[in-house]
């Protein structure tokens, strides 16, 4: 079985290389997507805060796989009319791995908004008030005050994110990406040892969980605030 599974191995590694790549990208773009809607939602008017409200309803109020699927089919279609009505381009095939990454960072990007927005919330009310009282604007008044603290109060929240982001990646092998997941699984099929390939996938994602655990504990308690980090 050793044997068997060495055989398998580096194909399960290669898949293993892009799942790691669309969870780092994700994360990156989930990342730019929560800043930008918290301070949409924190120093934008009442339609912008309309609007991020309303996407964050809409995201997690839909299964991931059910978006994950519109985006790669639904992508593709939309991007394919645009080019048919205004005649740039005539056939672009959206990749798995695209379609795989976007997705994943937009349905994030709503968790990461409320863990943005919830961190904002945190900063002391007494430097939020000594703030308004100096006479600066809500937009001032985030990018002096809150958003230097932001990251240190969002990290616990960044990295819960980031471990139920990494077991979403999963869901590509779903489209056709050759995921760690897809890998384990055609060696599984192939060896016609499921079971085996499919321990070996769990324990790959146990050692990625495990050391983010450990990095994301040692940023919180290096860069987080002071009271969380004793």
């Known amino acids: 079985m050793i044997d068997l599974v060495k055989l398998y191995l580096p194909l399960i590694l290669r898949g293993t290389a892009v799942t790691a790549s669309v969870a780092v990208l994700s994360l990156s773009g989930s990342l730019a997507?929560?800043?930008?809607?918290?301070?949409?939602s924190l120093t934008g008017g009442p339609v912008?805060?309309?609007i991020v409200n309303a996407y964050t309803t809409l995201i997690r109020g839909v299964p991931d796989l059910v978006?994950?699927?519109l985006f790669y089919f639904g992508g593709q279609m939309f991007v394919n009319q645009i080019g048919t009505v205004t005649g740039l381009w005539n056939f672009v095939e959206v990749s798995a791995f695209g379609?795989?990454?976007v997705s994943i960072a937009i349905i994030f990007g709503a968790y990461m908004i409320e863990t943005f927005r919830g961190a904002a919330l945190a900063?002391?009310?007494g430097?939020?008030?000594a703030g308004l009282a100096y006479g600066l604007s809500r937009r001032r008044l985030f990018t002096r005050i809150i958003w230097p603290q932001l990251l240190g109060y969002a990290l616990p929240g960044i990295g819960n994110n980031w471990q139920i982001l990494?077991?979403?990646?999963?869901?590509?092998?779903?489209i056709g990406l050759q995921d760690m997941v897809y890998n384990s699984f055609q060696a599984g099929r192939t060896s016609r040892h499921m079971f085996v390939f499919m321990g070996v996938a769990m324990g790959l994602y146990m050692v990625i969980t495990v050391i983010s655990g450990i990095v994301f504990h040692f940023l919180t308690k290096r860069?987080?605030?002071r009271e969380r980090a004793r």
């Open 127 to 129: 430097q939020i008030e």
């Open 223 to 225: 860069f987080g605030p």
């Open 67 to 69: 978006l994950m699927l």
């Open 166 to 174: 990494m077991k979403t990646t999963a869901l590509v092998s779903v």
């Open 99 to 101: 379609a795989g990454t």
């Open 123 to 125: 900063v002391p009310k």
């Open 48 to 50: 912008s805060r309309r």
């Open 33 to 40: 997507v929560g800043l930008l809607g918290a301070f949409l």
